[in-house]
């Protein structure tokens, strides 16, 4: 489970970097279905027919999905740049 703490980490790390710029990320792939697991256990597994979860893995990357309006204006990723490279992420 020690990808998965590093990746909560990396993806806080990178949410407070880019708090205050209004600019909303949605997780994918593997650790977005993780996440999205965690949250379902939360509730009690409601809204899903899987009576039983997979284990949860990791690619070890995190996954992110941006509107289109976001790949229109540049001016906007601006902030989430800067994070990334701050942060010593790679695209």
Do not use: C
């Not at 999205?36 to 027919?49: M, V």
């Not at 509107?67 to 942060?87: G, M, V």
């Amino acid at each position: 489970m020690g990808e998965l703490s590093q990746l909560s980490d990396a993806l806080l790390d990178l949410i407070g970097h880019i708090s205050g710029s209004r600019l909303k990320l949605i997780v994918g792939g593997g650790f977005g279905i993780y996440l999205r697991h965690k949250e379902l256990l939360k509730a009690g597994n409601a809204g899903t027919l899987l009576k039983e979860w997979p284990q949860p893995r990791s690619t070890n990357d995190l996954d992110l999905f941006l509107k289109t309006e976001l790949l229109a204006d540049s001016a906007k990723l601006k902030p989430l740049a800067d994070a990334i490279q701050q942060l010593g992420y790679g695209v």
